[in-house]
């Protein structure tokens, strides 16, 4: 569970390091009812997340799944008595500054005793998981805790993800889906629990993020690594005047200690146009839940208090277990079969960038949307949301940087354009030199595709990218010329 910190109405100054379950057991029978009242407010789920990391502004598909992680899923043991986690792992990728640490910071001060900040450079493997020492006073070897450890029950925050070490890596690879840590040191040899949620920001290695690689490409690491988180949000530093004007006045606002205190103009547009797209979207019989987020955060004038947040966590954590309905499974599954296999008939080559890890990614987050509204049951509609959410983060991870979603970049075997390009512009030079061509014609360069069984969206957009690339040069008569 998820300590309230001890700051939460009527509990006194308690400082001990509580779980979800006596924090819970701590509320009284007029603080349970408030809970459940406020479950009631159907605004209550926008509210929520508009109150996460309130003075970093923008990023609400970040901010939901933040929301969604500190709720986490329903854990589960089968038969076999294999435990399935229900903790909820994010990775946020991006450009330099754009808030990745400030989302880390907030999580860590949102739950002060069950959350441990570390940053992925200065940690080796065993302060992350455990380390066998001998002790100064016996002689005898006992355990170490490391911060996955340490966070047990709570959550852990990597800063500088992307830093860490390939040896060190590959120690959370079990930590992070079987949430336990084994040990096999010096005649000790244990399974410790490592039950915790990861929460984990990274840059690229060339400074800013490349649309033209993979998020594997872009932090050098490997993918089984990346396939164990359950969102991962890619982060870009792109100019934009509009936004531009209300970062910079959100910052201004903050210096000056006038945060909370943005117009419905400031923030999200005019009324009139949040209207205009309610009822827009509506009539479709579903409002999506990024037009409900603005919406809401135009009459919200402060967020919710942080106190009020983290004990409606606690207490939703400890009481509620929804039960997936057969209507959201649909949903669900009808979702990642479509991703499994697109409807358009794209090939996806050799390629699985969609796994069954994706399915219970889909469970985990439509689990913690039911909790967000103390639910018995996960409806339809806590499905279309974290579809929604799902669809953002699968689109961000696979878009190439022609805008195009190509399905074979992400998760677990994900590639991109490298190596079809590799083998074209060698099938391409083997052409022109068995026909003696010293220009080329698009004909020719369809020829070379087609032999090579290049399968790109936009052949056109692909030629484009070898001319920015040096491969390729255009003459002023149209033709192209291969540059050595």
């Known amino acids: ?272 146009a949040l209207s205009a797209a309610m009822e827009e979207d509506g009539e479709g019989g579903r409002v999506s839940l990024s037009n409900r987020l603005r919406w809401v955060a135009g009459f919200q004038r402060e967020p919710l208090p942080a106190d009020l947040v983290r004990d409606y966590i606690s207490y939703a954590r400890e009481y509620c277990r929804p039960k997936m309905t057969q209507e959201a499974a649909t949903v669900l599954k009808d979702y990642f079969m479509n991703l499994r296999y697109p409807p358009d008939g794209t090939n996806r080559g050799d390629c699985v960038p969609i796994t069954t890890r994706q399915l219970e990614a889909l469970i985990r987050l439509s689990q913690a949307r039911a909790k967000a509204c103390l639910r018995d049951f996960v409806l339809k509609e806590d499905a279309e949301d974290v579809k929604e959410l799902m669809m953002e983060s699968v689109n961000q991870v696979h878009m190439d940087e022609q805008g195009v979603v190509d399905r074979t970049r992400g998760g677990a075997g994900g590639k991109s354009k490298r190596k079809a390009k590799q083998l074209f512009m060698e099938q391409l030079r083997h052409y022109a030199k068995g026909g003696q061509f010293s220009e080329l014609t698009l004909d020719h360069l369809r020829i070379v595709a087609n032999q090579v069984k290049l399968d790109v969206s936009d052949f056109r957009s692909f030629i484009e990218e070898l001319r920015g690339n040096g491969e390729l040069m255009k003459t002023s008569a149209g033709a192209y010329i291969i540059c050595s």
């Open 1 to 272: 569970g998820v300590s309230s910190g001890g700051s939460g109405g009527g509990k006194g100054g308690d400082e001990q390091d509580l779980t979800a379950q006596e924090v819970a057991m701590e509320f009284t029978e007029e603080e349970r009812e408030d809970i459940r009242s406020m479950s009631r407010s159907p605004q209550l789920y926008s509210q929520m997340v508009n109150s996460i990391a309130p003075t970093t502004f923008g990023h609400q598909e970040v901010k939901r799944g933040i929301l969604l992680m500190l709720l986490g899923g329903v854990h589960k043991t089968t038969s076999e008595g294999i435990r399935l986690r229900g903790d909820i792992n994010v990775c946020i990728v991006g450009d330099p500054s754009t808030a990745k640490s400030q989302f880390l910071k907030y999580v860590h001060s949102f739950l002060p005793n069950r959350a441990v900040y570390t940053s992925g450079k200065a940690s080796s493997a065993a302060g992350l998981t455990a380390a066998v020492q001998r002790d100064a006073d016996t002689g005898e070897f006992c355990i170490e805790a490391g911060a996955l450890m340490l966070a047990d029950n709570g959550i852990c925050c990597i800063d500088e993800f992307d830093k860490m070490a390939k040896s060190n890596q590959d120690g959370l690879l079990e930590a992070m889906e079987q949430q336990q840590i084994s040990i096999a040191k010096a005649g000790v040899v244990a399974s410790l629990p490592a039950r915790c949620s990861v929460i984990a920001a990274a840059n690229p290695k060339n400074g800013n993020y490349n649309m033209g690689k993979t998020v594997a490409e872009n932090l050098a690491m490997a993918t089984p690594l990346l396939s164990r988180f359950d969102l991962v949000f890619i982060l870009r530093d792109r100019a934009d005047l509009d936004q531009d004007r209300m970062i910079s006045s959100n910052i201004m606002d903050l210096y000056r200690q006038r945060d909370g205190t943005r117009t419905v103009t400031d923030q999200c547009g005019s009324v009139e």
